[in-house]
């Protein structure tokens, strides 16, 4: 696999997928929020008195949507009316260094990782994407697992370099001189995924094997967050976890992936929201839930109200 693959695949996937275990800024802890709080819903205002109103955009990175024509008109009228901006990372950022650190280990060792036999199924899978031996021995064990939970279909489109949602928001940013920032960095992503248990990167990849090939491509995926129902996948994905044994792994990756990130990127955009007139693109499956920024941003002394 291309360095050029990856940085492709790390602007849609990674962006929302790479694995944390970094101390979270200080913020308070969600209370009396309802497991479910927030799964319905892509558009939230975010105010407080004295303060502009800002709005967030829970996206689907990787979309068929290719202008901006194509958003929600709620969203196309927030995006014209905000004076700044914020994106979960820079979608333009150059990252072929950390694309690789992110990919690969320094030698090939992934075979003795996983173990002879499911490294031979991973690789065989992984033979339908064109994906070679020597490149799949040396990929990290969590990169497998986010590939193995690509559709075929949608690894290509991938390849063939299709726009993220964050990417065409920050053309339009771009084109309109407006200040942005970003809310984490490719590195900050990736500093401490050594540390994630072998293990359970080993459940991880059973559970993606058990489910392989996906039932479930961007354009379901789109069709979820179009009908503002992202909450349903995750709990989806929860119950086939618990189906297939994997329930602990699965909940440790979800808490990397989502819980620890939400915490510090929550307070990474108080500064921005507190400025006001903001429009705040992240992943939509940040915004699920008692762990989500909705309900950070709201125990922090916000007024989160949807706006779809």
């Not at 928001?169 to 540390?195: H, N, S, Y």
């Amino acid at each position: 696999m291309s360095v050029a693959f990856g940085s492709c695949f790390v602007r849609s996937i990674a962006m929302l997928v790479v694995l944390l275990v970094l101390p979270t800024a200080a913020l308070a802890e969600p209370e009396h929020v309802p497991p479910h709080a927030f799964d319905q819903g892509m558009l939230w205002r975010i105010e407080r008195p004295g303060t502009a109103a800002s709005h967030i955009l829970g996206g689907a990175h990787v979309s068929t949507i290719t202008a901006i024509e194509g958003l929600p008109q709620a969203a196309q009228q927030a995006l014209a009316g905000a004076r700044r901006a914020a994106f979960e990372q820079r979608a333009d950022h150059p990252a072929d260094g950390l694309v690789t650190h992110m990919w690969y280990l320094p030698w090939p060792v992934t075979r003795e990782l996983l173990g002879p036999d499911r490294f031979d199924q991973v690789q065989s899978v992984l033979q339908m994407y064109e994906i070679g031996a020597e490149q799949v021995a040396r990929m990290r064990p969590m990169m497998l697992f986010f590939l193995l939970t690509q559709s075929i279909d949608d690894y290509r489109a991938l390849v063939e370099g299709r726009p993220t949602l964050d990417e065409l928001i920050l053309g339009d940013v771009r084109a309109r001189q407006l200040p942005f920032t970003q809310l984490e960095t490719l590195k900050e992503q990736t500093a401490d995924e050594p540390a994630w248990p072998i293990a359970q990167q080993r459940a991880l990849i059973d559970l993606a094997l058990a489910q392989w090939p996906p039932d479930q491509g961007l354009a379901d995926a789109e069709a979820l967050w179009r009908g503002q129902q992202l909450g349903r996948s995750l709990q989806r994905d929860a119950k086939m976890a618990a189906r297939s044994g994997h329930e602990k792994a699965y909940a440790a990756f979800v808490r990397r992936l989502l819980a620890q990130r939400n915490a510090r990127m929550a307070a990474a955009m108080e500064p921005v929201l507190r400025e006001g007139e903001a429009f705040i693109v992240v992943g939509g499956a940040h915004l699920l839930g008692q762990d989500g920024i909705l309900a950070r941003l709201r125990t922090a002394g916000w007024t989160v109200t949807r706006a779809d």
